[in-house]
T-cell receptor, first 114, second 114 residues
Framework: AQSVTQPDIHITVSEGASLELRCNYSYGATPYLFWYVQSPGQGLQLLLKYFSGDTLVQGIKGFEAEFKRSQSSFNLRKPSVHWSDAAEYFCAVVITGTASKLTFGTGTRLQVML | KAGVTQTPRYLIKTRGQQVTLSCSPISGHRSVSWYQQTPGQGLQFLFEYFSETQRNKGNFPGRFSGRQFSNSRSEMNVSTLELGDSALYLC?????????????FGPGTRLTVL
């Protein structure tokens, strides 16, 4: 079965600093990969997704992610973090060719210091 | 276009009771998926409905059930509530629920079982 690992439970960065959130997946073929963000008391908002093609994907709010097949990774990055980016971030995977059943990682909580 | 709406936003029930949660998808979306979010288990897929048929099911006991109506609105029901059912229940809709389809999440229903 496919799985997603987010090794960092909690990350703290200063406002204006760069950010990288790690995500590793376990799946035989190339899955479809997603990053979602959840603010307190809110649902999930899609930041970006990767299906195929260019391995560097641009998303909303200045986020980007890079798919690295050799490392089974799909890390999320942002060059300069804003205080409003404080939230929980989830990496998710869908098995290609199946109905949309997202398998989520455990999430990384981002704290931003002013 | 209105987003995914879920009602009610908050619910308090006691053990043994049953509960029904409602989800209205984005207009034109025919697939509705349900997820349970808890601190211990994270985000877990419950089931997916498409054109009034359950197309995909997660690993939850039979106490968890759902249905979808002809207008794509969906309900999920939990019978004989247990303390462990306390969670945020998220609904997501997509156009046709294929693996490349983007799922849009509602704000969730926070269920507390006492």
């Amino acid at each position: 079965a496919q799985s997603v690992t987010q090794p960092d439970i909690h990350i703290t960065v200063s406002e204006g600093a760069s950010l990288e959130l790690r995500c590793n997946y376990s799946y035989g073929a190339t899955p479809y990969l997603f990053w979602y963000v959840q603010s307190p008391g809110q649902g999930l908002q899609l930041l970006l997704k990767y299906f195929s093609g260019d391995t560097l994907v641009q998303g909303i709010k200045g986020f980007e992610a890079e798919f690295k097949r050799s490392q089974s990774s799909f890390n999320l990055r942002k060059p300069s973090v804003h205080w409003s980016d404080a939230a929980e971030y989830f990496c998710a995977v869908v098995i290609t060719g199946t109905a949309s059943k997202l398998t989520f990682g455990t999430g990384t909580r981002l704290q931003v210091m002013l | 276009k209105a987003g995914v709406t879920q009602t009610p936003r908050y619910l308090i029930k006691t053990r043994g009771q049953q509960v029904t949660l409602s989800c209205s998808p984005i207009s034109g979306h025919r697939s509705v998926s349900w997820y349970q979010q808890t601190p211990g288990q994270g985000l877990q897929f419950l089931f997916e409905y498409f054109s009034e048929t359950q197309r995909n099911k997660g690993n939850f006991p039979g106490r968890f059930s759902g249905r979808q109506f002809s207008n794509s609105r969906s309900e999920m029901n939990v019978s004989t509530l247990e303390l462990g059912d306390s969670a945020l229940y998220l609904c997501a809709s997509s156009l046709d629920g294929t693996s490349t389809d983007t799922q849009y999440f509602g704000p969730g229903t926070r269920l507390t079982v006492l």
